[in-house]
């Protein structure tokens, strides 16, 4: 037991002293683009806190003012339109970085030994980015956000119909205490504000403790790389006001309702999936991508040397895009798309495993046939 | 794994330490779900909604085979704010189907003693809770519900919603109300409700998902109803 532990701390303090959660100066390849991600992590999500300071001065919590005060902090106070676009397309950014910075280490192997710490942290902010996203845009009281938070609250409650386990109470449980009570209310909101706000408090004191300690750089670009960044969201802000939508309605479900864009493929597979199942795949799915690096048992990190994996992270991105392109271009047709997509999901799978295990057998040749070469070369070089 | 005495003395303390932390953070989870009693954390009966009779509309009303109005169901609800009670408003379709059915579902709930030819439906949709709209013209549903085309059978007003495109059939033979497309697990759940002369009064509503936006009275500033 005390061993285990030993080895755990060791395991630990090893991924720790590479740990890379910003400046990924431990990753390396400094003259690539794709790895300024981590400082853009740094940078949009800075953005967000600052500004979402700013509209706090102006956001009223409750029902009856959520939707007026920000209509207000949009079209009346000066350069409200600038805080409020940071904050929402700076939390896009957000997102978008981290999204982007998982696909790179995910098709450049970088999440294998020492870097497991690092993909699991990186794995589990986008876990938060995406809890706070849902929390925020409930905040703005609006049809989309009423409905997203509608549909997402009550996919717990499906949790008590799992077969075998029984009805313990506890998806209800989970429900209850986000809602603040049995629906969506004042209780709702109260909750979201505070889980809003408090995730990014929480996660800005760790982290400052980390810095504190390691002495790592948070930010690693140059004045004019974040000057640039800063102007660019300025700009899309100025371009693309922030809307605020339609008052949240509870005795009408508009038609069609969206949720946001970093939902729209879940909101896709909720369509195809008996509930149950919908709400326990975004689980599995987490928790795919947090023991990914102890699932990949492999050394080699080029992404056509590990071609199951390689695949199963092709496929994973097609559906994110594939499932987005569906709802957005409303062309699915519910009652005859899933066993479509079954088909698809199954057959890349074996022809994943079957590549597999070609390129295994022919590495396994290939290193007997070396080993055969040397044997035969040794002797002879011997005499 | 080897029984030391070490080991046992600190499994003993261990247990009445762990079982202190227990107690002292029990009341934090009284904090979040603050229900009637220290261990009813998993239960939801104290915070079932109520609401009694109610006349929400006139038989009058409906005069012919596939008539219909929208009405809302009032009920009060445990809220965790400091009104602690809120009212909500439980939206629901009264139809008058061209033939007498019994108005009983495969959950056993049962809306009318004896038959009726008119059934009124909470609109909160069974899957996720959005709600569901009554359609007439059942080409509306492929056109804006997800592109399900109704068999012949199915060929009259049905019940779509815009969310996740469940479709349901007010007539389905055996279980009014039934679900004939998309992901939902269960038929729409039923109101119970008398008819007292022409009054249609609702009793009460099978136990499910509500849900509440704004307080009764608030306007939304933008036509959005």
Redesign the interface.
């Known amino acids: 037991?005390e061993a285990v532990l030993a080895n755990l701390k060791e395991w630990f303090q090893d991924r720790k002293q590479h740990l890379d959660l910003f400046d990924e100066t431990k990753t390396g390849k400094q003259d690539n683009p794709l790895y300024i991600l981590g400082d853009l992590v740094w940078l949009s999500w800075m953005a967000v806190i600052v500004s979402g300071i700013v509209l706090m001065l102006w956001y009223i919590p409750t029902?009856?003012g959520a939707?007026?005060s920000i209509?207000h902090i949009t079209l009346d106070l000066p350069f409200g339109w600038l805080v409020r676009g940071v904050h929402k397309y700076g939390g896009d950014m957000l997102i978008t970085v981290i999204t982007l910075r998982i696909y790179r280490m995910y098709f450049a192997g970088e999440y294998k030994k020492p870097g497991e710490l690092s993909w699991m942290i990186l794995f589990l902010s986008l876990v938060l980015a995406m809890v706070s996203g849902v929390t925020g845009y409930t905040l703005e009281?609006n049809?989309r956000a009423?409905?997203a938070a509608?549909?997402i609250l009550?996919?717990p409650?499906?949790y008590d119909?799992i077969p075998l386990v029984g009805n313990?109470?506890?998806g209800?449980?989970i429900a209850?205490?986000f809602l603040?009570?049995?629906?969506?209310?004042?209780?709702t909101l109260?909750?979201f504000y505070a889980i809003h706000f408090g995730i990014s408090i929480i996660a800005v004191i760790i982290i400052e403790m980390f810095v504190y300690r390691t002495r790592r750089r948070r930010l690693n670009l140059s004045a004019f790389a974040i000057v640039l960044v800063l102007v660019f969201l300025a700009f899309v802000s100025f371009m693309n006001l922030a809307d605020v939508g339609?008052?949240?309605?509870?005795?009408?479900?508009?038609?069609?309702?969206l949720s946001d864009w970093y939902f729209l493929a879940l909101y896709q597979v909720?369509?195809?999936?008996?509930?149950?199942w919908?709400g326990v795949a975004p689980a599995l799915l987490i928790g795919y991508g947090m023991l990914v690096p102890f699932l990949d048992r492999t050394k080699e990190t080029r992404a056509t040397e590990r071609p199951f994996f390689f695949v199963i992270g092709l496929l994973a991105l097609a559906y994110w895009i594939g499932f987005s392109a569906l709802i957005l271009l409303n062309i699915?047709?519910?009652?005859?798309d899933p066993p479509i997509i079954w088909g698809i999901t199954v057959v890349v799978c074996l022809l994943a495993f079957v590549w597999e295990m070609g390129y295994r057998r022919r590495k396994a040749q290939r290193a007997a046939a070396q080993a055969a070469a040397r044997a035969a070369a040794r002797p002879a070089g011997a005499a | 794994m080897k029984l030391e005495r070490r080991g046992v003395i600190k499994t003993l303390v261990a247990i009445p330490v762990i079982g202190a932390i227990i107690a002292l953070l029990s009341p934090l989870f009284r904090f979040l779900k603050p229900n009637d009693g220290a261990w009813n954390i998993f239960t939801i009966k104290p915070d079932l909604p109520a609401g009694g009779a109610q006349v929400v509309g006139r038989v009058s009303q409906l005069a012919k085979p596939w008539d219909s109005f929208y009405f809302t169901y009032v009920q009060k609800f445990v809220q965790y704010d400091p009104e602690g009670e809120e009212a909500s408003n439980v939206p629901g379709v009264a139809i008058r189907l061209p033939q007498k059915v019994n108005f009983t579902n495969t959950e056993g709930f049962v809306g009318f003693q004896g038959e009726t030819d008119i059934v009124l439906f909470s609109r909160i949709c069974p899957h996720l809770g959005c709600i569901f709209n009554y359609v007439s013209d059942y080409h509306e549903v492929t056109a804006g519900y997800g592109g399900m085309e109704p068999p012949a059978s199915e060929h009259h007003a049905l019940m779509a919603c815009p969310c996740h495109f469940s479709i349901y059939d007010p007539t389905y033979p055996g279980d009014p109300g039934n679900v004939i497309s998309g992901p939902a697990p269960r038929g729409a759940r039923y109101f119970q409700f008398e008819i007292q002369g022409d009054n249609i009064v609702v009793t009460g509503a099978e136990v499910g998902a509500i849900a509440k936006a704004r307080p009764n009275g608030a306007q939304a500033p933008r036509g959005d109803a």
């Open positions: 037991m029902t009856t939707y007026r209509q009281w049809q009423f409905w509608k549909v009550t996919v409650t499906y119909q313990l109470g506890l209800h449980a209850y205490i603040g009570g049995p629906a969506l209310g004042q209780g109260t909750r339609d008052w949240a309605n509870n005795n009408r479900t508009p038609l069609p309702v909720v369509k195809y999936m008996p509930p149950l919908a699915a047709v519910i009652s005859r």
